[in-house]
């Protein structure tokens, strides 16, 4: 009776403990992954949401724990892979607008208690669909030539000088938040612009005009207060009472008003500390 116990425990994944699993939902929201992987009226989390882009359109996959059309036969080690390194189980390359040049800077601790929230939410059935892109973008073993160019691997490294706070805001943007990935203006091969970081583009998702984020006077932040900034995370509302739209929106219900006051804060107090690129039209435009 022993031997038969011990065969179905290591036959079957040990179950996370309940406070990684509440870690995990709370990464989720950071992460925002709620509305970039759940389609109108769809399963939450069962993908097929569309994604325009200048390269076609993408429809995001299923991330629950499904084992047929979802992630349920993904070994902790495939989910790592996947995220840090944009490589699917089977040995694909997944396409940069999935954010795994964000993701790669999140702690695997951080990644994986992500994954044991996913696994354990109700599996949904949702096949995923074919991505709309042109040749030769529609290439998956060209993306890495794309990576030898414009992906760096590595997990985010404080900055000494930093405060505790403004370095957990700068993990919380550049990695889980992955806001430079729209933030960001993009080259013709769809790499980011690292000297504009964060400067906002008039060709975001969907074509979407994405603002500049640093502290630039004229374009950016540069008027607001870590308050402000803190309010527009937690309701969408801007400092002339107007409201979020789009995607950001989406940010803000599915994402950063489920973090913490702390965590907002600390997202305010890293864009202020950033060096202002002026960039774009001015924001009263």
């Given at each position: 009776m022993a031997l038969a116990a011990l065969a179905v425990g290591l036959a079957s994944p040990a179950r996370a403990d309940e406070a990684t699993?509440?870690?995990?939902?709370?990464?989720?929201?950071?992460?925002?992954?709620?509305a970039c992987h759940t389609a109108p009226g769809g399963a939450a989390f069962a993908g097929g949401r569309a994604m325009k882009t200048p390269f076609g359109t993408f429809y995001t996959p299923n991330?629950?724990?499904?084992?047929?059309t979802g992630i349920g036969r993904w070994s902790d080690a495939d989910f790592l892979r996947a995220l840090q390194d944009g490589v699917s189980p089977a040995g694909e390359?997944?396409?940069?607008?999935?954010?795994?040049?964000?993701?790669?800077?999140?702690?695997?601790?951080?990644?994986?208690?992500?994954?044991?929230?996913?696994?354990?939410?109700?599996?949904?059935a949702a096949p995923r669909k074919d991505h709309d892109i042109g040749f030769p973008f529609s290439i998956r073993a060209l993306q890495a030539g794309w990576k030898l160019?414009?992906?760096?691997?590595?997990?985010?490294?404080?900055?000494?000088?930093?405060?505790?706070?403004?370095?957990?805001?700068?993990?919380?943007v550049q990695a889980l938040g992955h806001c430079g990935e729209c933030h960001t203006p993009r080259n013709p091969a769809g790499g980011t612009l690292i000297a504009l970081a964060l400067a906002g583009t008039n060709d975001g998702p969907d074509g979407e005009r994405v603002p500049n984020i640093t502290p630039d006077a004229e374009t950016g932040l540069g008027g607001?207060?870590?308050?402000?900034?803190?309010e527009l995370l937690a309701?969408?509302?801007?400092?002339?009472?107007d409201n979020v739209q789009g995607s950001m929106a989406e940010v803000v219900d599915d994402g950063t008003s489920h973090l913490t006051?702390?965590?907002?804060?600390?997202?305010?107090?890293?864009l202020l500390s950033l060096a202002p690129i002026r960039h774009g039209k001015s924001r009263a435009n």
């Open positions: 699993v509440a870690r995990g939902a709370y990464l989720v929201r950071a992460g925002g992954c709620v991330i629950t724990a499904d084992p047929e390359h997944y396409f940069p607008v999935f954010p795994f040049a964000s993701y790669t800077k999140a702690a695997p601790a951080d990644l994986l208690a992500i994954k044991d929230y996913l696994f354990s939410l109700p599996p949904a160019l414009f992906f760096r691997p590595g997990e985010f490294r404080p900055r000494a000088s930093a405060s505790p706070e403004v370095n957990r805001g700068a993990y919380l607001w207060s870590r308050d402000e900034i803190a309701s969408g509302t801007k400092p002339d009472f006051e702390g965590d907002r804060a600390a997202i305010a107090a890293y």
